[in-house]
């Protein structure tokens, strides 16, 4: 998460903290924070945009391969 992004506080229930804390010990991630925005963000990637040209050779590719008329 880039740190400029406006942020929001969600509550959690202590024991799930704590599970996760311990789930995290002596991985990659340096808090519980960080394990829920990864866990999230992958759930809920962002959707690409496409210029119009990007969008003509999609359609234009998926039309070659009969998924589109």
């Known amino acids: 998460m ?3 992004e406006e942020t929001v506080t969600i509550r ?3 024991g799930l903290y704590r599970r ?3 789930r995290i010990a002596g991985t990659v991630f340096s808090s ?3 394990y ?3 866990k999230l963000e992958n759930e809920f ?3 690409p945009i496409y210029s119009e040209e990007e ?3 999609i359609r234009e590719r998926l039309r070659r ?3 589109i008329e």
């Open 65 to 67: 391969l009969g998924y």
């Open 12 to 14: 959690i229930p202590k």
């Open 36 to 38: 829920i925005i990864h």
């Open 2 to 4: 880039a740190m400029s």
């Open 55 to 57: 969008e003509r050779i």
């Open 20 to 22: 996760i804390e311990e």
């Open 45 to 47: 990637p962002e959707e």
């Open 32 to 34: 519980v924070e960080e």
